[in-house]
């Protein structure tokens, strides 16, 4: 059994909605005492509808929001308790790419400059070295560096995202937040990008966060994986025997509705019947390593 | 043009007149929709199947035009129509339904009234009849409190409701034909499979032909009885549903059904090599050969010939070149 990296106990976001001088807004509880574990060099899957709060988790652990409670510990160390520059420093550790890779590079930087900055930020290296550095991480994620000094709009969707990439493997982290990498992407490119962290996870002994809607893509590449619905998680566990006996409705209509690629195939779909649901409901144990919250 | 063909699309060329060469964002592009039919439009970004669509109702902007083609919709070609009659078409003999509702509906008009402005525009309604007919059809789209929700604005709708009353609002005038824009595409899944599920039951009840847009080859096995797959502009194979997911004839195809994750944790995704090529610099032959994993030496040379594998099914590749005669179409 290896020893997790990421712990995060009872993580909870609460935004206040609306309100002002002489109302009160109401709380909106986007994630709701979430806790799971993520072993080294395993990736783990946070799958789940728009508003979810599976985002919201993500950005919570690298406190780019910061959590209204909870633990989130890395290699033992508790994240939400550090001083900002401690903060900083362990951010080296953290990294995150985003979906959109079309908002979020800087369309005025060079693709160098976009890769560089964080090496300039935490004082790495000389500027040639930053400079031989820049250019063997474009070559790690499969891009040309004969194209470095080419900006964002240059580049096609699929190569934006290995630029953001590229980004985020400059500081060399252990533990990789993957928000929707691919779902901005066309099909036959996704496949690419997704087969590409997969590489770099055996290459770099990564441990990957893997935020995500679709499911037949987190079956691919998560040995484990935790389903939220409405602020929790409702049901989590190896991802093949998720697939194969999903305990949760959440889980069984979410995963009924996937489209089937085969014009032949039953179609069997579950609603998913919201008064099936017990908000209240703990996780537990259906089977060994396999959690739901149901009664 | 067989009896029960309801759109016939022949020869469809729209161009965009930006820089020195004019751009070919729809190249030759034929196919028929039959009555009582769902073709499936498949392709990437900018392989042209919206461009496609807007260009048979006439709804491209300058600098694009249509360039040449023919588009045949219940004995009229649609290309030559004028304006006014051009008008009459739209919504009353095509409905059309697209991807972003926010985006498509009227953020500062009641639902109800965006839902009957087609009957009235046309003529076919008073402004009172055409509220009734509102109510009727959120309730035909499953809309639960119709008369409630009738005087709603979109912003109080879900991203669901919200798809659901453009499809209200596609049906109003009972079109023989809807197209729809990648309609679930801003949806979540378990949304989206409520949507196919009532595009499938408003075909049968309202009688109609669906045109349906889409990247996700998932959406098409789901509703559509036939597929085109469009790349670069071209349409690279048409086919039979069963045919196109069973045996696919073109590479791009049968690369891009090999894509979709459909396999065990841990395996390697069947990718395909290289990116999407950019209208401007097109390969003198074939636009996918620079991708192909079957490039033959002839494939640069010219575009390849739109090959008639049997008698519903046709690829523009040379690997069928030999085996089928040229499509004639």
Known sequence: ?295 | MAADVLLSVQGLTTVFDVGATPLVAVNDVSFDIRKGETLGLVGESGSGKSVTAYSLLRLVQPPGRVAAGRVLFQGRDLLALSEKAMCGVRGAGIGLVFQEPMAALNPVMRVGRQIGESLVVHGLASTRQARDRAVELLRAVKIVDPEKRVDDYPHQLSGGMRQRVMLAVALACKPPLVIADEPTTALDVTVQAQILDLLREMKRTFDLSLLLITHDLGVIAEVADRVAVMYAGRIVEEGPVRTIFRAPAHPYTQGLLASIPHGRTGERLVAIDGVVPNLAHLPPGCAFAPRCPSRLAECERAVPPDVRIDEDHRARCVLHAAAGAGAGR
Do not use: W
């Open chain 1, 1 to 295: 059994m290896n020893t997790p990296l990421v712990e995060v106990r009872g993580l909870t976001k609460h935004f206040t909605r609306g309100g002002g001088l002489f109302q009160k807004g109401t709380v909106v509880k986007a994630v709701d005492g979430v806790s799971f574990s993520i072993d080294e060099g395993e990736t783990f899957g946070l799958v789940g509808e728009s508003g979810s709060g599976k985002s919201t988790t993500g950005r919570c652990m690298l406190r780019l929001v910061e959590p209204t409670a909870g633990e989130v510990r890395y290699a033992g160390e508790d994240v939400l308790a550090f001083s900002s520059s401690r903060m900083r420093a362990a951010r080296r550790h953290m990294q995150m790419i985003f979906q959109d890779p079309y908002s979020s590079l800087n369309p005025r930087m060079k693709a160098r400059d976009i890769v560089d900055e964080p090496l300039i930020i935490h004082k790495l290296g000389s500027k040639q070295d930053r400079e031989a550095r820049v250019a063997e991480l474009f070559r790690l994620v499969g891009l040309d560096p004969a194209h470095l000094d080419r900006y964002p709009h240059e580049f096609s969707g699929g190569q934006r995202q290995r630029i953001g990439l590229a980004r985020a493997l400059a500081l060399e982290p252990k533990f990789i937040i993957a928000d929707e990498p691919v779902s901005a992407l066309d099909v036959s490119i996704q496949a690419q990008v997704i087969n590409l962290l997969m590489d770099l996870q055996q290459r770099l002994q990564l441990t990957y966060l893997f935020i995500a809607h679709d499911l037949r893509l987190v079956r691919h590449i998560c040995r484990r994986v935790a389903v939220m619905y409405l602020g929790r998680i409702v049901e989590m566990g190896d991802t093949e025997a998720i697939f194969a006996s999903p305990a949760h409705p959440y889980t069984r209509a979410l995963l009924s509705a996937i489209p089937v690629t085969d014009p032949d195939a039953p179609r069997q779909r579950v609603d998913l019947d919201p008064d099936s649901v017990s908000h209240d409901a703990a996780l537990v144990e259906v089977a060994p390593g396999h959690l739901a919250a149901v009664r």
